[in-house]
């Protein structure tokens, strides 16, 4: 499934931005999604995550800044980002991953092109 991203721009430090994320179709069932982002030169860095029923993730880094939602009945995933720093410029893509009844990591059914966020000093 091709997940369209969008809010991506240029901001300055200090400030907030929201990205949006949809994937067309049936609401997912057991699907977790998230936001994955890859600066130049670095590998890529799992941002934030949020699973069906609410529960959110994020690395310790990122923790405070960064807020994830989601709309579930029309496969929708937001990320709220505030205080932004200039190391957080980077390509953000958001995804899609299929899950079990146990729990159990399936398959990635979803991955978006990227949103292009630039914070300039």
């Known amino acids: 499934v091709q997940l369209q991203a969008s809010g991506g721009g240029l901001v300055q430090a200090g400030a907030s931005l929201t990205l949006s994320c949809t994937a067309p179709?049936?609401?997912?069932?057991?699907?977790?999604m998230g936001w994955y982002r890859q600066a130049p030169g670095k590998e890529r860095e799992l941002v934030a995550r949020i699973s069906a029923d609410g529960s959110a993730n994020y690395p310790d880094s990122l923790k405070g800044r960064f807020t994830i939602s989601r709309d579930s009945a029309a496969n929708a995933v937001h990320l709220q980002m505030d205080s932004l720093k200039p190391e957080d410029t980077a390509v953000y893509h958001c995804?899609?991953?299929?899950?079990?009844?146990?729990?159990?990591?399936?398959?990635?059914?979803?991955w978006g092109k990227g949103t292009l966020v630039t914070v300039s000093s």
């Open positions: 995804f899609a991953d299929k899950y079990d009844r146990s729990g159990t990591y399936l398959e990635e059914i979803g």
């Open positions: 179709g049936s609401p997912f069932s057991r699907v977790v």
